[in-house]
């Protein structure tokens, strides 16, 4: 396995990505509330750094999806930190009808002071239009494909499909900016990179797989050992050569003697993108 510094300077900032950011400020004028979008398993790596350059002062809630893939308790954590910070945040599975109603119920008490001032000048209710913003794979599309009530935009588990700006009606009096997801320019903590590639955040070639897959036995051996021992059958990583090889023997990845290095990773990363792994939040 590669041994690297705690620093990386990958980048990896798509021109689409860069055409957003400007989008996003023509339009923002126009903006009532903000969804920003984060994933519960990586509740710090997957937040947009200078997020609030971009969206300035507006209502924002932050909506931590996959709350049925992450540890609860951790997260919990996150959550307090957030909100000692300012923001409104909500946990959610967002396939769980009242986790979804608690969106909608808390965008209206976030612009109740619009319709409030509409209402005194005898005017009908605003449409409220709410930015949905977020890194890739944090289930943008999911959350607006429930708000407007039909498949609207794709869903997948690998980063960058949707690719441009648009305006989506709901039945909720609330009208949806959709956005690519948006990645900062620079990933220069090595944890978070490694984070993000864990959770199909950022492209699978960015990042070589042994270290994305040692970095998920790592994370797995030092918080969530029962996980690792159930799946793997290992109880620690500590040679992680002996631990390829019981994997390897476990999923038909050894031929005359040599284990398929190669194929074991993609067996452990593929786990983590096809969610059999559950339970774990990443960020401490």
């Keep these: 396995m590669n ?4 620093q990386t300077n ?5 021109g689409h990505m860069a055409k957003t950011r400007r989008l996003i400020q023509e339009k923002f004028h126009l903006i009532d509330v903000v969804y920003e979008l984060v994933d519960a398993r990586i509740p710090y790596s997957s937040k947009i750094k200078d997020i609030y350059n971009l969206i300035l002062d507006k209502p924002k809630i932050v909506i931590m999806t996959k709350k049925d893939l992450c540890d609860i308790n951790v997260t919990m954590n996150w959550v307090k930190y957030y909100e000692n910070l300012g923001a409104k945040v909500l946990m959610v599975d967002l396939n769980d009808p009242e986790d979804f109603k608690k969106i909608i119920d ?11 001032k509409r209402e005194e000048k005898r005017m009908k209710p605003k449409e409220i239009h709410a930015l949905v913003i977020g890194i890739p794979n944090v289930g943008k599309s999911t959350l607006i494909n429930k708000m407007v009530g039909k ?3 794709n869903v997948g588990n690998k980063p960058g499909i949707t690719q441009h700006l648009k305006w989506l009606k709901t039945p909720y009096n609330i009208l949806l900016l959709d956005t690519p997801g948006i990645l900062w320019p620079k990933l220069s903590e090595e944890k978070v990179a490694l984070n993000l590639a864990a959770t199909s955040s950022i492209k699978e070639e960015i990042l070589p797989i042994d270290e994305v897959a040692g970095h998920i036995l790592k994370m797995l051996a030092e918080y969530y050992p029962d996980i690792l021992k159930e799946r793997y059958h290992v109880s620690n990583v500590d040679d992680i050569e002996e631990v390829y090889e019981i994997i390897g023997k476990n999923i038909g990845a050894i031929k005359h003697g040599e284990v398929n290095y190669d194929k074991v990773s993609k067996k452990i990363v593929n786990d983590m993108k096809m969610e059999y792994i559950k339970g774990v939040t990443f960020d401490r």
């Design 151 to 153: 498949h609207v935009v």
């Design 106 to 116: 808390l965008t209206k008490e976030l612009t109740q002071s619009i319709q409030e």
């Design 3 to 6: 041994n690297r510094q705690n």
């Design 10 to 14: 990958i980048n990896w900032y798509p």
